[in-house]
């Protein structure tokens, strides 16, 4: 099944900005918007975004995400060492009725 | 407290068989649609399937990969989720995770590792 296009890698300094894109198609991400999430190895995902662009209590306001045509964006302002993981989007496909992932981005953090 | 926790990972041989189970605690299940997604070893989140609440009548959708292989069920009564994994293959091999989905997979278990091998 078709997923979503994210970079698969992603490097910026300490206490720099980075934006991670997820790009999907007039059938998710366009009309459905993108959830996202961030993954440490060795652990489970969490929740960062849901498809509204909310963030959940916890989550720190240096994340943001927003969502411009069939393109999402997920924004991480003051870079810390320990925002260095693995960022996934996903959004709900109307045609395939499929929930769709991207490859995931890691964000290196120098 | 929302809690989500997996159980019935393990080795099995190719063409067998596995039942996964979730149990869900801290929200009202039968609320909720509740998704299977699985990781292969060092690959990124792949969607298995997910069923829906009691309001949409417990419909349930899968990924071309699994269906008419993998079955998704729940037992509101026993705030419970199942994944019933038949004709399993190598390339099934992955952590398991259960996942409530409400505008997004918001909620996570600890995954269970499926290892299909011969």
């Known amino acids: 099944q078709a997923g979503l296009t994210q970079p698969p890698s992603v490097s910026k300094g300490l206490r720099q900005t980075a934006t991670l894109t997820c790009t999907g198609n007039?059938?998710?991400?366009?009309?459905?918007?993108a959830a996202w999430l961030q993954q440490y190895q060795g652990h489970p995902p969490k929740f960062l975004f849901n498809?509204?662009?909310n963030r959940p209590s916890g989550i720190s306001e240096r994340f943001s995400a927003s969502r411009s045509g069939n393109t999402a964006s997920l924004t991480i302002t003051g870079l810390q060492p320990e925002d260095e993981a693995d960022y996934y989007c996903?959004?709900?496909?109307?045609?395939?009725?499929?929930?769709?992932f991207g490859g995931g981005t890691k964000l290196t953090v120098l | 407290e929302v809690q989500l926790v997996e159980s019935g990972g393990g080795l099995v041989q190719p063409g067998g068989s596995l039942r996964l189970s979730c149990a869900v605690s801290?929200?009202?299940?039968?609320?909720?649609?509740m998704d299977w997604v699985r990781q292969a070893p060092g690959k990124g989140l792949e969607w298995v399937g997910h069923?829906?609440?009691?309001?949409?009548?417990?419909?349930?959708h899968y990924a071309a990969s699994v269906k008419g292989r993998f079955t998704i069920s729940r037992d509101d009564t026993k705030n419970s989720l199942y994944l019933q994994m038949n004709s399993l293959k190598t390339e099934d091999t992955a952590v398991y995770y259960c996942?409530?989905?409400?505008?997004?997979?918001?909620?996570w278990g600890q995954g269970t590792l499926v290892t299909v091998s011969s």
């Open positions: 996942a409530r989905a409400d505008f997004g997979l918001d909620y």
């Open positions: 007039s059938n998710n991400v366009g009309t459905q918007g």
């Open positions: 801290g929200f009202t299940f039968s609320d909720y649609y």
């Open positions: 498809r509204n662009n």
């Open positions: 996903s959004s709900w496909d109307s045609s395939l009725s499929a929930r769709v």
């Open positions: 069923t829906t609440g009691k309001a949409d009548s417990y419909t349930t």
